[in-house]
T-cell receptor
Framework: GAGVSQSPRYKVAKRGQDVALRCDPISGHVSLFWYQQALGQGPEFLTYFQNEAQLDKSGLPSDRFFAERPEGSVSTLKIQRTQQEDSAVYLC????????????FGPGTRLTVT | AQSVAQPEDQVNVAEGNPLTVKCTYSVSGNPYLFWYVQYPNRGLQFLLKYITGDNLVKGSYGFEAEFNKSQTSFHLKKPSALVSDSALYFCAVRVNYGGATNKLIFGTGTLLAVQP
């Protein structure tokens, strides 16, 4: 079956531009996560949705980062006024249930801010 | 604070030899532990998990992991390495605060290099 998809796969933005990253989770998956992976590092948690409710946004690094999942399916991560330190791979993951279930990751969006 | 440590940046092993990738954790409460593998320019692929039950967990591609509560470890193992196993491996622990989050905390990763 179809896995988690993300678009675009690559994004180059000039410093100060706004970007929007899209995630299509596996159909029927209740939970959706965003992670940020810097070069040579493990993924770091950004935010978590349970259906359309954003239950945890403790990992968002600043108020320039905003995520939404209005209908409990597709999610968008928006970064306003991008900075060079935002350059990273942004990973989306989804999982079927609320407990015990492994997360399935998309291929990621590589954001480069110049 | 909950954390995961992968003490080795890189592990080198000859094809056909057994491999071990180490992971230790620090959590409050019962740990939910995971291993993921990442190939270049691809997302993370789930390998296996420990939630409860048998300490030896079997997963995809012939990998297994042993949960050791007294040593707070969850090492990844495979009896016979393949060149195609060469990739970046991440250990992770799930954080759950009464359902308010289910985020994963990842280690820094271990690069496995299998020489032919």
């Amino acid at each position: 079956g179809a896995g988690v998809s993300q678009s675009p796969r690559y994004k180059v933005a000039k410093r100060g531009q706004d970007v929007a990253l899209r995630c299509d989770p596996i159909s029927g998956h209740v939970s959706l996560f965003w992670y940020q992976q810097a070069l040579g590092q493990g993924p770091e948690f950004l935010t978590y949705f349970q259906n359309e409710a954003q239950l945890d946004k403790s990992g968002l690094p600043s108020d320039r980062f905003f995520a939404e999942r209005p209908e409990g399916s597709v999610s968008t991560l928006k970064i306003q006024r991008t900075q060079q330190e935002d350059s990273a791979v942004y990973l989306c993951a989804s999982s079927f249930g609320l407990d015990n279930y492994e997360q399935y990751f998309g291929p990621g969006t590589r954001l480069t801010v110049t | 604070a909950q954390s995961v440590a992968q003490p080795e940046d890189q592990v080198n092993v000859a094809e056909g030899n057994p491999l071990t990738v180490k992971c230790t954790y620090s959590v409050s409460g019962n740990p939910y532990l995971f291993w993921y593998v990442q190939y270049p320019n691809r997302g993370l692929q789930f390998l296996l998990k420990y939630i409860t039950g048998d300490n030896l967990v079997k997963g995809s591609y012939g990998f297994e992991a042993e949960f050791n509560k007294s040593q707070t470890s969850f090492h990844l193992k495979k009896p016979s390495a393949l060149v195609s196993d060469s990739a970046l491996y991440f250990c992770a622990v799930r954080v759950n605060y009464g359902g308010a989050t289910n985020k994963l905390i990842f280690g820094t990763g271990t690069l496995l290099a299998v020489q032919p």
